[in-house]
């Protein structure tokens, strides 16, 4: 999964003033004991274990300031040795990325909100984006930081939760298209959307603008791939829009995987949830 870096100056860290630490009082001080000794102990996954079971135990109990407390810090301490929380504990990245959310560590709460496939937290980040575009930066560089993430990891009603919370200016235009025409993709077998896919990219990107970055045109080239099997060029070309064609009019597929050298590339299958069509948009 791919993670934007638009600019240095808007990974802003914790402020330090806002970060308080219990341990030699209040309730929190026998859970993080217990907690924080199993991870300077070397037992990450235990002192995980540990911290769920505190958590949701002062959750349970109304103490929301002692879970908060435990959580924030032993969450810091596992981070500080890699261990981050599993993808699939989506209590634990909610309880994570809300405490980063509300501190202002807007970057390191970035990968928790899309490592989780539910919508509440799709609708956050988008907020959080919002609020983070307002310490500088183009606001549909921000749309781009969530959408394509959450497409490149198959997760389209996380993708187009996040789009539809923005208002519409170019970039978010062509990021709403792109998770709707990514809805109707069906490998090779649709070639409509296909060509639709290779327009669309190929429209946006002549403007020039943020769509126009390498990074984003590789990017965009392995959701072409990922949903529409539209095979990489062999070569970094010149011409992005002219080499996405050739792929797709030059190669045969085998769905739902090709082959690309020794590389096997994934195609997802179709989508089969609910499209739903955003208002202000055409359709394609």
């Keep these: 999964m791919v993670r934007f870096r638009f600019s240095k100056g808007l990974n802003r860290e914790p402020d330090p003033k806002n970060v308080k630490l219990h341990i030699q009082s209040g309730s929190s001080s026998r859970a993080l004991n217990a907690i924080l000794l199993l991870v300077a102990s070397g037992q990450p996954y235990e002192a995980h274990q540990k911290t769920r079971t505190f958590t949701s135990r002062y959750s349970k109990s109304g103490q929301y300031d002692t879970a908060i407390d435990v959580l924030f810090q032993s969450a810091r301490e596992l981070l500080k ?96 298209l792109a998770v709707l025409t990514c809805q109707r993709a069906n490998g090779e077998k649709n070639k409509v959307i296909r060509e639709s896919w290779v327009r669309l990219c190929g429209t946006y990107q002549s403007k020039g603008g943020i769509l126009a970055t390498r990074e984003v045109r590789t990017t ?58 955003f208002p202000l948009l055409p359709e394609l």
């Design 81 to 176: 040795v890699s261990q981050h929380c599993p993808a699939g504990d989506q209590d634990l990245h909610h309880y994570i990325r809300e405490l980063l959310y509300k501190d202002g560590a807007f970057d390191a709460a970035e990968p928790h909100f899309l490592v989780s496939g539910k919508r509440d937290s799709a609708r956050s980040l988008a907020n959080m984006m919002i609020e983070w575009s307002a310490a500088g930066g183009a606001l549909g560089n921000f749309a781009l930081r969530g959408t394509l993430p959450y497409l490149q990891n198959g997760n389209i009603i996380g993708a187009r939760t996040f789009i539809s919370q923005f208002i519409a200016q170019p970039v978010l235009n062509f990021c709403q």
């Design 220 to 277: 965009l080239q392995e959701i072409a791939t990922l949903y529409f099997a539209i095979p990489p060029p062999r070569t970094q070309p010149d011409n992005p829009l002219g080499a996405m064609i050739s792929s797709m009019l030059g190669d045969s597929l085998t769905h739902p995987s090709l082959t690309i050298g020794s590389r096997i590339l994934q195609v997802l299958e179709p989508w089969t949830g609910p499209t739903v069509r």
